[in-house]
């Protein structure tokens, strides 16, 4: 048990290592940016704001490295967002009650989902050209739902989702948190997780040994798409309307970001759900810290970039293979811990 | 004296015909931005109404933010062989190319609502409002409002690169210039959007003292100024009282936020751009008369004292 709570932390080491390092940075620039508050009976600061506003890329992030693990890849979440926003603010404003438009809403991102996943696991269509069709279409169907306006809306209990809280923290913190707790217990505690590693390692062997492979792979982009939904439901809720335009553009390059740098490998297998929601966080981190630092404008995507570039490189196996050199030429005691941890870190080479 | 009638009568339905017909034989390809905004979709509409009011044959294009499209819409346009394009450029640069291919193709381009940096022999004219007196009139009313009191302002900015994110920070800060009060001490992108500018006024609040720090908010458009109020409201200051509140586009939302008296004021940018780009293409077309190269909108300014709730209702059937 040890062994393996070891095993997990060393797995999460360059992920917190990289987040820390980035508030560290931020509160250099910005002295005020740990300072945490109670106002309105919630908790108010910087750091609750990343965790906040990280809330849709989080869980996009939870059905994408399911998704990427199964070595699929899902470019339709930000427009699957626009489509269940638009969605929502139709059912709500024309006066169905809250629960109702919460279960059309999610059914209609499980139904995208299913879509995505009937073209890869039945069609056999290549998960970047099969997701690409509802990322291309999804904008025009919210567009055609919201008819090109931004759809506002007043009822409370839909706002809540966006702007309430709940054990002091906003609602969509409390959302994603229990999201990624559910579904990271659900594919650990069960065979679940082993199932897609495997199918995502090697689809036709897992078939052959009895996994219900294409049952799995239309199961993890419905999961995908049932994410998507409860991100367009919050980004609709945070500004009272759904915008059919802006909701969700870009995410999905964000979240396969999220996942990358949790060191989830595109190629399939071992994923960590941990993992890639601090990815989501470092993101949103890096975000946030560039609005509090007060560079002109121009320069938000240049320093998002570096930074980026930055940790992927620390993370690449290159780089490992030479940190580990480094610290072997500086005592071979210490080379077979180390070992363990570029094994644990990569999970490619552990197949 | 009934012959003579009926004769007059015949010859106008004979010149309405006729003209009617000379009219619809005109189709215009326009290539909208996409719908980014409330005011975006009125302007959509609006031309839609107008074409259909004069009989012209409406080729409509939706470039979903993305310039490629356009150029790519354009040059459809052009292939088609229509008589006229309506361009509603997403952003200044790099349309020489293209313009250059229509030009050649002696179809003229009416630039709508926003300009580009190209040679002005390559349209026809620019149905435009002037962006920095927008952003002028807006600064002109905070100095106005404000009357010598020291102003912390910060800035919600459009998309980076853009013209009326330009020229709107433009005009602003010229009407600021006489004024040592008025400071801006915050200025980032919130891409136009509302989600984008609640995001960053959030961070202008935490990073200005939660907030105590400022006495106005100057957005690019109303969007961001109505995603931005729900911000200052979330931390618990009161918009319009607390933070003065000023904002470009005059769109139905932002009439209800006034008359909640949670934003102050904001300067109109008239969604009827097809109206006037008709108008010109017509005498362009009957006798080759060159409009001049550039036809200004009005920028009127709205404030509480305006009854909002009335111009909230008439501008909520325009499509926004």
Redo the contacts between chains.
């Keep these: 048990m040890s062994r393996f709570l070891s095993l997990h932390v060393l797995r999460l080491l360059p992920q917190v290592a990289a987040l820390a390092v980035i508030l560290l940075m931020i509160s250099f620039a910005?002295p005020?940016f740990f300072r945490l508050e109670i106002?309105?009976g919630r908790l108010?600061?910087?750091l609750v704001?990343i965790l906040n506003?990280g809330a849709p890329v989080a869980l996009l992030a939870i059905g994408m490295t399911v998704v990427i693990a199964t070595k699929g890849i899902d470019l339709s979440v930000g427009a699957v967002m626009a489509i269940c926003g638009a969605v929502a603010a139709a059912c709500i404003t024309s006066g169905h009650s809250l629960a109702v438009t919460l279960l059309v809403t999610l059914g209609a991102g499980v139904l995208c989902g299913l879509w995505n996943g009937v073209l890869v696991a039945v069609l056999d269509i290549q998960p970047i050209i099969a997701t690409l069709v509802l990322m291309v279409a999804g904008?025009g169907i919210a567009?055609l739902i919201t008819?090109?306006?931004?759809l506002?809306f007043n009822d409370p209990g839909l706002i809540f989702i966006g702007?309430g809280s709940l054990f002091g923290l906003p609602m969509p913190v409390v959302i994603w948190l229990a999201f990624g707790i559910v579904v990271a217990l659900l594919v650990r505690r069960t065979a679940l997780g082993m199932l897609i590693e495997a199918l995502g390692i090697n689809r036709r062997a897992s078939t052959l040994s009895g996994v219900s492979t294409g049952v799995l792979l239309i199961a993890a982009y419905m999961l995908s798409g049932l994410c998507a939904a409860v991100a367009g439901i919050i980004?609709a809720a945070?500004?009272?309307?759904a915008?059919?335009?802006?909701?969700g553009?870009w995410l999905e390059l964000d979240a396969i970001l999220a996942v990358v740098i949790g060191g989830t490998s595109l190629l399939g297998g071992r994923f960590s759900i941990a993992a890639s929601l601090i990815g989501a966080m470092i993101i949103q981190a890096i975000?946030?810290g560039i609005?509090?630092s007060?560079f002109?404008?121009?320069f938000?995507l240049i320093i998002k970039a570096a930074i980026i570039v930055l940790i992927l490189v620390i993370q690449s196996p290159r780089a490992r293979t030479v940190f580990a050199w480094l610290s072997r030429s500086r005592g071979a005691a210490d080379g077979a811990g180390q070992d363990r941890a570029d094994r644990a870190g990569t999970g490619q080479e552990a197949k | 004296m009934t012959i003579k009638a009926a004769l007059a009568g015949a010859t106008v339905l004979a010149v309405s015909f006729f003209s009617a017909a000379a009219a619809a034989e005109m189709t215009v390809g326009f290539s909208q931005i996409g719908s980014e905004s409330g005011w975006r979709a009125a302007e959509t509409t609006l031309t839609k109404q107008q074409a259909e009011e004069r009989g012209i044959d409406l080729k409509f294009a939706d470039a979903q933010q993305k310039q490629e499209n356009q150029i790519k819409a354009l040059r459809s346009f052009i292939a088609q062989g229509v008589d006229a394009i309506l361009l509603a450029p997403v952003v200044a640069t790099g349309w020489d190319e293209v313009l250059q291919e229509a030009k050649e193709a002696e179809i003229p381009v009416v630039l709508l609502d926003r300009t580009v940096d190209a040679a002005d022999d390559l349209y026809l004219t620019a149905i435009t409002s002037d962006l920095v007196h927008e952003g002028n009139v807006a600064g002109q009313w905070l100095a106005d409002t404000v009357a010598g009191k020291p102003c912390n302002v910060v800035e919600l900015q459009g998309t980076t690169g853009s013209s009326p994110a330009i020229d709107r920070k433009k005009g602003f800060e010229q009407a600021l210039e006489s004024h040592d009060n008025l400071k801006i001490i915050r200025s980032q992108t919130g891409d136009f959007t509302r989600t984008k500018g609640k995001e960053v006024m959030e961070s202008f609040l935490k990073a200005e003292d939660g907030g105590k720090n400022i006495c106005a908010l100057y957005a690019h458009n109303d969007d961001m100024a109505v995603g931005a109020i729900q911000a200052i409201k979330e931390a618990g200051l009161k918009p319009g009282t607390d933070i003065l509140v000023v904002s470009i586009d005059a769109v139905p939302d932002i009439f209800e936020a006034m008359a909640a008296g949670e934003a102050n004021a904001t300067v109109e940018l008239t969604p009827n751009m097809a109206g006037p780009a008709f108008d010109a293409l017509d005498a362009y077309r009957k006798d080759g008369t060159a409009p001049p190269k550039w036809i200004q909108t009005e920028s009127k300014l709205y404030t509480q004292a305006d009854d909002p709730m009335k111009v909230y209702e008439e501008k909520k059937g325009l499509g926004y």
């Design positions: 910005f005020d106002q309105n108010y600061g910087s704001d506003r904008r567009q008819e090109g306006a931004i506002t702007s980004a945070d500004i009272r309307g915008d059919a335009n802006n909701a553009l975000n946030t609005l509090l007060g002109p404008p121009e938000n």
